[in-house]
């Protein structure tokens, strides 16, 4: 068997599933590597996610598709509104609090996040705790 195209298929198979999970924003973020690609010219169902491109924390950017659609290569997800929103940002571009996979990624002093409808700054370098548990302060 050829192992490439095995592969091939493992990867679809991880896609399909996480596109059927239905998963909560902040959760799909957390596995944002495993969604497909958005690609142009291809027909896209309401509330399918793609990636595309990357955030301003340099990790791949979720979109989810608003409408159905046949998307076009000068339709693309930071460009149409109307066709996709912007995973892991608040509608006023605060970061969804994720919780990090080590120091890689880990929350800065003074970072503000957005966690269970409440806006947290970290207090301390390397932030790997959720906010209410330690190294946060509610930001007024």
Request: proline residues 3%; negative net charge; charged residues 20%.
């Amino acid at each position: 068997m050829n192992k490439i195209f095995l592969a091939q298929q493992m990867n679809r198979f991880v896609q399909m599933s996480v596109q059927s999970a239905n998963l909560t924003d902040e959760q799909a973020m957390q596995i944002a590597d495993l969604y497909p690609d958005w690609a142009a010219m291809k027909a896209y169902a309401a509330d399918e996610i793609v990636k595309f491109g990357v955030n301003a924390d340099g990790e791949t950017q979720l979109y989810k598709v608003i409408q159905a659609h046949t998307s076009q290569a000068d339709w693309t997800p930071d460009t149409a509104a109307s066709l996709y929103k912007k995973i892991g940002f608040t509608d006023d571009g605060v970061s969804i609090w994720t919780q990090p996979l080590g120091a890689t990624d880990a929350y800065m002093k003074g970072d503000v996040v957005s966690f269970e409808n409440q806006l947290w700054e970290s207090t301390v370098d390397n932030n790997v705790w959720q906010p209410g548990v330690y190294g946060w302060e509610v930001k007024a």
